[in-house]
């Protein structure tokens, strides 16, 4: 006899969390804090030591950017999955 073994749906690898990386240009002094902290270069330092995007892709939100800037020009927000997306476009 050959038993299904029935797939717990908790046991299912989570998707990868994405985040959506927002710099304020009217607060931001381009101290390089954020750039600095990055744990994964989300935050790159670009032309006159601003910070720029390097790659939205590879922010972990572990907030530490938005934490501590001290002009408060930082919002990391949780972007929806493409699953999440997927349902959104579905309807
Ligand atoms: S920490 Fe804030 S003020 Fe400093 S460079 Fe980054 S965004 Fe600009
Ligand atoms: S939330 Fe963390 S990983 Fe994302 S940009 Fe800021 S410091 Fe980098």
Known sequence: ???EIEKNPQ?????KKRFQIQINRGYC?????CYWVCPTH???KGKLQ????ASMDACIGCGQCERL???FAINITARP???????ILNG
């Open 1 to 3: 006899m050959t038993e």
């Open 11 to 15: 046991e299912k690898p989570s998707e």
């Open 29 to 33: 002094k381009s101290c390089g804090i």
């Open 42 to 44: 989300a935050i790159g």
């Open 50 to 53: 601003e910070p720029i995007v």
């Open 69 to 71: 800037c001290p002009d």
């Open 81 to 87: 999955t493409t699953d999440e997306e997927k349902v």
